[in-house]
């Protein structure tokens, strides 16, 4: 079911205020008025909140979850099979909406967007009867005759908010875990990236059983009043910003939920590197998806010496990968509106720009660009920059790098190339990330036997492969014993004794704790 509320908005309206719009429609009247007087919700537009266009579709999703509709196995498998049915039967129509909403290239779309989310849900079906097992523990003396499982348990009725700059990759993957999990989902694509919304919205019900799943179209003031319903799981992708503001819904219903967030990505380049290798692979993943990526590197620290063998080395490669003129190139996309673009051009202010630099609003264009003699406390190193705009800061030593990287919050991603090994394992060994490259860029991504997920500031919980069917999975420790043998257990009892409660000890291996 596709459910489009209030009435159609504007692409302005539609990019602007998100966090502060989302704060009204989650608190109430004097907060508000708080947010009104700091100055962060001068355009905000307030929806009328009492009128509750959501509750007839959540009630049919619980009561369905409820009747055990969607706990089968082979209602999942069908569930899955649908959702692989929809990106095969249109395939095409996704490409022209990513291409609408973000110029995105169509070998883009098919590696980032359609083939991993296919993949994903080819390795559910594979896997699902296994991953659906009662998984065996171990057990101690006194628990030897008994059965220890853990149970794995479909939270119920689970809410998906997704982000416009992966829109079908970062909509659908968390999709294809909370399905195989049994839950019951509603959809909260972003409107930003309003061609595959309307796709997503329009098409994909028609692939899955509707009474359990909807897919909710709106703005901040639509997601507000959505969260201030109760669900029994919340999985997140976006701005730290905006996470805290979902989570603070969360905690009112004490709703487990995943964020999965951003940040600024360290890339290090160690002075021992072949500079047109680390180019290569440094701009290639820099300015995919024209830079709008969460785990891109949103900044390189590398020395004096290193940035005078970069540079050179980072425009050849860009312009063997865009052409002399990257604007007529069809592999590099465009910025995904008006607000972003003005946001982004103000940062080309810092520093000195070395490589690219030029803009073209109407076109929602800014070249590959790589800015040098940045300030640490400028505007572009105290954001994270989503855009195709690459800053370099100078470094004396590892050391200096490690201590940078380490003042600042723990990022989404971390990279570190060098022809030295033990730099790469230090870089590792002394940081954390959610997630980590070495000598290579997101690749990591691609591997659904890995976890993807933040840590700190970037965010919490983990996805992709079999990690996502946990997320969307309550793990239920379960012992059943048996009826009988109450001798056995009779030492448990009191009166206690001393020779009791070293039996009893022994048995439970005296590690063992009975709350």
Known sequence: MSLAQGPPRSQAERGRGSSACLRCALFPTPQRELFRASGQNDQLVVGNIGMDPFSDTLQRLREAFRSGRTRPAEFRAAQLKGLGRFLQDHKKLLQEALAQDLHKPASESEMSEISLTQGEVTLALRNLRTWMKDEKVTKNLATQLDSAFIRKE????????????????????????????????????SEISKNTEQVLAEVLPQYLDQNCFAVVQGGPEET???????????????????????????????????????GKNPCYVDDNCDPQTVANRVVWFRYYN??????????????????????????????????????????????????????????????????????????????PTVLVDVQQMEPVMQEEIFGPILPILNVRSLDEAIDFINRREKPLA?????????????????????NFGGNDGFMFMTLNSLPFGGVGNSGMGKYHGKFSFDTFSHHRACLLAHSGLEKLKGIRYPPYSVCRLRMLLMAMETRCTIL
């Not at 009112?252 to 995943?258: D, G, Q």
């Not at 190339?417 to 002394?430: E, G, I």
Request: aromatic share 8%.
């Open 154 to 189: 479909p939270f119920g009725l689970v809410l998906i908010i997704s982000p416009w700059n992966y829109p079908v990759n970062l909509t659908l993957v968390p999709l294809v875990g909370a399905l195989a999990a049994g839950n019951c989902v509603v959809l909260k694509p």
């Open 224 to 262: 507000g009043q959505l969260l201030k319903h109760k669900f029994d799981y919340i999985f997140f992708t976006g701005s730290p910003r905006v996470g805290k503001i979902v989570m603070a819904a969360a905690t009112e219903h004490l709703t487990p939920i995943t964020l999965e967030l951003g």
């Open 290 to 367: 024209m830079g709008q990526t969460c785990v891109a590197p949103d900044y390189v620290l590398c020395s004096p010496e290193m940035q005078e063998r970069l540079l050179p080395a980072m425009q050849s490669a860009i312009t063997r990968f865009y052409g002399d003129d990257p604007r007529s190139s069809p592999n590099l996309g465009r910025i995904i509106n008006e607000k972003h673009f003005q946001r982004l051009q103000g940062l080309l202010g810092c520093g000195r720009v070395a490589i690219g630099g030029q803009s073209d609003e109407r076109d929602r264009y800014i070249a």
């Open 414 to 434: 971390l990279y570190a190339f060098s022809t030295r090994n033990q730099v790469v394992k230090q870089v590792l060994d002394r940081t954390s990330s959610g």
